[in-house]
């Protein structure tokens, strides 16, 4: 194929009008077909080309000058860099209507389907590209990838797996593959893959988020709060390091649960009815600048399963061990701000507190 085309046909309705001005996107205005000639005229301007527009009620008729020699495949992959699939798209699928085997167009139109949601389309141009070039490991991934999306796990780890094969040092690659094993609950192997990823990017956070979450599926605690941590640690401001800080409270729980007696904590009965009998002679102006100081303090990270290290809280006689300051935390916030998560789940604690209390 000669990839410098002069003229392509796309439908009216895989064309993104919000390309255009917002008093130009009615359909059944007389000024819809001209704006739509105006904004591709000047894009493709953009790429060298003068062009003739015609937009009809269904399709749109783009020619430009062949002496302009426009390289449609390079404009293509430009709009799709710069996020413009609707453009983008169309042109590709011309190219691939002229020549079905052109691996570029094959490629990059697979992964802007992927990205947009198409995915049987996306997978269908994924699996041509890897008939016709086997030792790519970029199109394996791609096509993993998108396999993965439709909810092909099975298959999706055979395509990532060749991938890796293909190419052991790509990181990107260990660390699809490993998220498609935590899919499948191959847990043993997907930690493996992915401490392999992280050796190869130790700062990509999806690395070390997929690996604290392979961790925390296999009972191994400790290593799966260091990799959470490792996620917070590389960007504490992200969301991923947000879901990062949930996923550490749960390990705490978790691990709270673990030396309980059928499934509850008996220090922390004892701690919450401490609370009770002390918090009901007090009023909610008075028990509020307690909550809001334990839930400072709480917020700067308590180890509640070192029963030695102690705490002095200002607004309370005494000291604290960390699981006795969540406990007290837990108990002033059910009577103020009922239901609030304050990281730990103490309600069969407070429950069995309650009761002993007969604060019913």
Known sequence: ???????????????????????????????????????????????????????????????????????????????????????????????????????????????????????????????????????????????????????????????????????????????????????LGRFDEARAILEKASQLNPKDQGIWYGLGQACFSLDQLTESEAAFRKVIEIDAESRIAESSRREISRIAEKAFRKRGIGGVRPDAIEYCAEALKLFRSMDNQQLGPILMELAQMGSSGLDIHNPERRYTVNSLSGDFSALKIVCFMYVAAQRLIPGQDVGIDLAKEYALAKGMANDR
């Open 1 to 183: 194929m000669d990839p410098l085309l002069n003229k392509f046909v796309m439908p009216i309705s895989s064309y993104d009008v919000t390309l255009l001005p917002p008093d130009k996107r009615d359909p059944s205005s007389p000024d819809f077909p001209v704006a739509i000639s105006k904004q591709l005229t000047e894009e493709l301007s953009a790429f060298g080309a003068k062009a003739r527009i015609i937009v009809g009620p269904e399709f749109i008729e783009i020619e430009w000058d062949p002496t302009s020699k426009i390289d449609i495949l390079g404009a293509a992959v430009k709009l799709l860099q710069s996020g413009n699939y609707r453009s983008g798209i169309p042109l590709l699928q011309n190219v691939l209507a002229t020549d079905p085997d052109n691996t570029v167009a094959l490629f990059n139109l697979g992964m802007a389907l992927s990205d947009q949601g198409n995915l049987a389309d996306a997978i269908s141009h994924l699996k041509r590209l890897v008939q016709l070039q086997r030792d790519n490991p970029d199109a394996w991934i791609a096509l993993g990838v998108a396999e993965n999306r439709h909810g092909a796990a099975q298959q999706s780890a055979v395509s990532l797996s060749k991938a890796v094969e293909l190419a052991p040092g790509n990181a990107f690659a260990y660390r699809n593959l490993g998220g498609t094993l935590l899919t």
